[in-house]
């Protein structure tokens, strides 16, 4: 029997149910509670910090402000100094000079940042490096190397008290990320890297993981979450995950994936499985994700539920959104996951000149990368461009932030019409359900039937033609390419 006559043989059978099509459903059943919306401060503080200061509070306006993005999360990157880093904008400064001496002039321009989101109240702020300092790693380098195993108390040590430094001016750090893609050194001792990276074997994981908790409760930090360990792939993951998950799951928050395979929902659905044999309870975040390409290049500027892959290609518009949109549909939808960070807030990755051709800002070009929400002219230095420019990806993504809050219960949505994709999430506030128009055309949708999450207020909609629109009828069909968020009370 296939699944569509099972379906309306179950139908026939208890009639009580009647048959329509695209008649949208949410059930009353909640998934997980959803934990935060966050992006990045790697690596372009270390250019914005240079900007005039009227551009960079406009900036920190931009991505903190409930008026705007409203960033329920937000990465610190702790800087591992930049040594052998050959891309000077990437290599980030270090507090640390030695053991128990630290530099808190060093890394202006990510402090700026992480003081703003502190004084936005963002609620979560993370903490992560992709290196230990020099003096931790093997090669003596930011990148390139491993952690060397006798200093890992210390490197907790060194994380716990900047930490406790920022704590007593009131920045609040509520998780902690030691190492970011510990999978990879980022590079070799023959040419300088182009990031900063640091290896730390699955074996040496639970040892990077414990000693952390030991550090963070010797410094009364009992209330700071560890979040691990953000390995690149899916498949990697879940092949390394058994090695070191169950030493470290009792010092562990929240489990944190990477998904830079891109891997199809099938392969996804081990994750929360996996988990949930090695660190039962355990909550899953996707942690980072940017730089999606087509697979097929002919479906690159089309079709933005088409399977992806890293590569370069600059999106700014809605195709580009969308399919970030459907990485967090996978995420909550199929993973489960409470939480997700987009990687990196701002980017250069332009691709094109915006002072030499004012309008391929908004183009699709192949040199620039899907890796901001918003973008800055890496000439600015010679050029005097201090512009930002905001993608569609920015609006996307302020529908999740706005509209997927912190406690909310995500419930899961049924029944949508080909080519739409949905998400629900109701708390005190309200209820809402994020639809999402993959295809060119406009799209009819019943929402009669979507009762659970309380009586129709509004909508809220980003196309390619108008952004964060406020609509006050009924919504009964979903443009082209577009995200609608409709909002129940
Ligand atoms: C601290 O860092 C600042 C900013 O990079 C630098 O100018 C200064 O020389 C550093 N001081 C020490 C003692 O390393
Ligand atoms: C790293 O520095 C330490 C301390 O100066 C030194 O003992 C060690 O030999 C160095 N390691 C490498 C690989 O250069
Ligand atoms: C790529 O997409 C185009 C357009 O849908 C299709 O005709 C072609 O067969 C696809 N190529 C591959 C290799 O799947
Ligand atoms: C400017 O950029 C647009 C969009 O990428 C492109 O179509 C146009 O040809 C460019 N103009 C020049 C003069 O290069």
Known sequence: MTLLSWRLAFLLATAAVPLINGRVTVSTQ??????????SGAWWPNNLGQYPESVRSHVADLLFSQNHLGLSSYRYNLGGGGVWVGTPSRA???FFVSPGVYNW???????????KAAQFRVPQLTLFVNSAPPAFTTNNRSCAGGIVDALIPDYAKYIADVVTHFKDEGVIFTHISPM???????????TPCGQEGMMVTPSQRPAVI?????ALDNAKLHTVQIISDETSSAQQL????????????????????????????????????MVNELAPGKETWFSEICCFKAINSSLQHTDPAAPQTFGAGYQPGMVGALKLGNMLRQSFAVIGDVHFDWWTALSDGIGCDPVANVTCIMADNEN???DGLMYYDNRFASNGNFAVYLTKRFHLVRHF????????????????PNNVQGLASKDSKGGSLILMNMSPNTIPVDLSGVTSLGMFHSAVQTTASADWETIRKAVDAVPGLSITTVLFQ
Not at 30 to 39: C, D, F, L, S, V
Not at 105 to 115: C, E, I, K
Not at 403 to 412: E, N, T, W
């Open 210 to 214: 414990n000693a952390l908790r030991s």
């Open 92 to 94: 980030t400064e270090t």
């Open 105 to 115: 002039s060093a890394d202006a321009g990510g402090v700026y940042f992480l003081r």
């Open 238 to 273: 879940l092949s390394e995950m058994p090695t070191w998950l169950p030493a470290a799951a009792p010092s562990l928050g929240a489990f944190c994936h990477h998904q830079y395979s891109f891997p199809s929902d099938s392969l996804v659905e081990q994750i929360p499985a």
């Open 401 to 416: 932030t706005h509209f997927v809050r912190i406690g909310a219960k995500r419930l899961p949505v049924d029944d949508l």
């Open 30 to 39: 909640p998934a997980q509670t959803m934990n935060g919306i966050g992006a």
């Open 180 to 190: 970011n893609e510990p999978d990879s050194s980022f590079g070799t001792n023959d």
């Open 368 to 370: 620039g990368y899907n």
